[in-house]
């Protein structure tokens, strides 16, 4: 069983939206933090976003991301979500989702729990 799975990726011209999700199963979700990482051919890994573990939430973001892309979570549903907006060619990557925790209000990787990622693709 495959802990993190991830959905909603593909192919979509500049200016266009998506909403990832990530669907969590086999640890109890809302005991982490959760993230999304991308990672282009060539780059490094990138934080995009994170989120503690609720019910109130604390979110940070990459600088090349804010005001464009949302994450959030639906504990009930063991999901993380990511809305992205406005997407340009650079955000083009392989984008998973991770669980970790909040360590002096800075997002750490548990390294135990991550995705298989889903492609997102923005060209016209």
């Known amino acids: 069983q495959v802990p993190l799975v991830e959905s909603g990726g593909g192919l979509v011209q500049p200016g266009g939206s998506l909403r990832l999700s990530c669907e969590a199963s086999g640890f109890t979700f809302s005991n982490y933090a959760m993230s999304w990482y991308r990672q282009a051919p060539g780059k490094e890994r990138e934080l995009v976003a994170a989120?503690?573990?609720?019910?109130?939430?604390?979110?940070n973001y990459a600088d090349s991301v804010k005001g464009r892309f949302t994450i959030s979570r639906d504990n009930p549903k063991n999901t993380v979500y990511l809305s992205m907006k406005n997407l340009r060619p650079e955000d083009t990557a392989l984008y998973y989702c991770?669980?970790?925790?909040?360590?002096?209000?800075?997002?750490?990787?548990?390294?135990?729990?991550r995705g298989q990622g889903t492609q997102v693709t923005v060209s016209s």
């Open positions: 989120i503690t573990r609720g019910p109130g939430t604390f979110t």
């Open positions: 991770d669980a970790g925790q909040y360590y002096g209000g800075i997002y750490s990787s548990g390294h135990e729990y």
